[in-house]
């Protein structure tokens, strides 16, 4: 018989058929139903076999609880007993069989299944949460890593770039007839200083300086003074962030003759042709 609607019948038979908790008996007659197309119940099988094959996978198989197995075995040996022959009345006609109550095995059995995929569920939600937390913990500690790596990538080529200049200086300072002119702050700039490390034999300027890092969209520039006061530009020379510089300027022959001093001055970025703020780091040559 198809049923017009869904009732708590219809619901506990699919739950149970859905969860394999059907006797064999009870399973056929129910599948019997579902071939005559009763659509009630075809949906009600439907929507519970995909939840429970979803929970089946969600969850990380487990040991059921002891009491669930008991209670399964106990159904088992009662279904698999032979049934008792019905007692004959006084004229030799078997007496009715009396109705059973539902058993409590069938009462309890779904609440025992809810409780025991509940119990997974709780326990799944919990390992995945632990290994969310993990995750997030091991990527935090990646990102510090990255940063380290990054630092120390930085750390490595600043270290490279002082042995280059030192290499540098060292070469100046051994070659024959090299000379050194120390520039000292000025007005502008007391706390800043600076070098120049002249190669006579290459004609080059090696120069550095420790100067205040310079405003945005300004530039340090570099002359030659000579000894008419003319003041010829050397070139920009760039600082890093915290107004350290390394350059080496190529000494035009003309003006290696005449030049009597050395000068900084903050510019507009670019360089100018002429001085346009004052002097801050000044050196005469000796």
Same mark, same amino acid.
Request: aromatic share 6%.
């Given at each position: ?5 869904? +009732?708590?019948? +219809?619901?506990?038979?699919?739950? $149970?058929?859905? !969860? ?15 071939? @005559? ?14 939840? %429970?094959? @979803? ?20 159904? !088992? ?13 006084? *004229?030799?006609?078997?007496?009715? #069989? ?8 069938? &009462? ?8 025991? =995929?509940?119990? $997974? =569920? ?17 990527? @935090? ?5 990255? *940063? ?6 930085? %750390?490595? %080529? ?12 060292? *070469?100046? &300072? ?7 002119? !120390? $520039? ?12 120049? !490390? /002249? ?5 080059? /300027?090696?120069? +550095?300086?420790? &100067? ?11 002359? =030659? ?13 760039? #600082? ?5 510089? =390394? +350059?080496?300027?190529?000494?035009? *022959? ?21 001085? %346009? ?10």
């Amino acid at each position: 018989m198809n049923h017009n609607q869904t +009732t708590e019948e +219809t619901q506990e038979r699919a739950t $149970l058929y859905a !969860l394999g908790a059907l006797s064999q008996h009870e399973a056929r007659a129910f599948e019997v139903h579902l071939r @005559e197309g009763c659509p009630v119940c075809q949906a009600e099988i439907s929507q519970y076999e995909s939840v %429970t094959g @979803e929970l089946g996978l969600a969850a990380p198989a487990v040991p059921p609880p002891a009491y669930l197995r008991e209670l399964l075995v106990a159904r !088992l040996e009662r279904e698999a007993a032979p049934p008792a022959t019905a007692p004959a009345g006084a *004229s030799g006609t078997p007496l009715p #069989t009396p109705v059973r109550a539902p058993s409590s095995v069938r &009462l309890y059995l779904p609440w025992a299944v809810a409780a025991c =995929f509940a119990a $997974l =569920f709780a326990f799944s939600y919990r390992s995945i949460r632990q290994i969310g937390q993990e995750i997030a913990r091991q990527q @935090e500690r990646l990102v510090a890593l990255q *940063s380290e790596g990054e630092q120390l990538k930085t %750390t490595l %080529t600043q270290e490279r770039m002082r042995v280059q200049q030192l290499d540098q200086v060292r *070469s100046v &300072l051994t070659s024959p007839g090299s000379r050194v002119v !120390l $520039l000292a702050g000025q007005g502008s700039a007391p706390s800043a200083s600076g070098a120049v !490390l /002249w190669d006579t034999h290459r004609n080059r /300027w090696l120069v +550095t300086a420790s &100067l205040p890092p310079p405003p945005v969209g300004k530039a340090y520039q570099l002359w =030659f003074i000579t000894t008419a006061q003319a003041k010829i530009s050397a070139g920009v020379i760039r #600082t890093d962030v915290t107004g350290q510089s =390394f +350059t080496i300027i190529d000494v035009p *022959s003309d003006v290696s003759k005449q030049v009597a001093a050395a000068a900084i001055t903050l510019e507009p970025e670019g360089g100018s042709e002429q001085p %346009t703020m004052p002097i801050y780091v000044l050196g005469r040559v000796g």
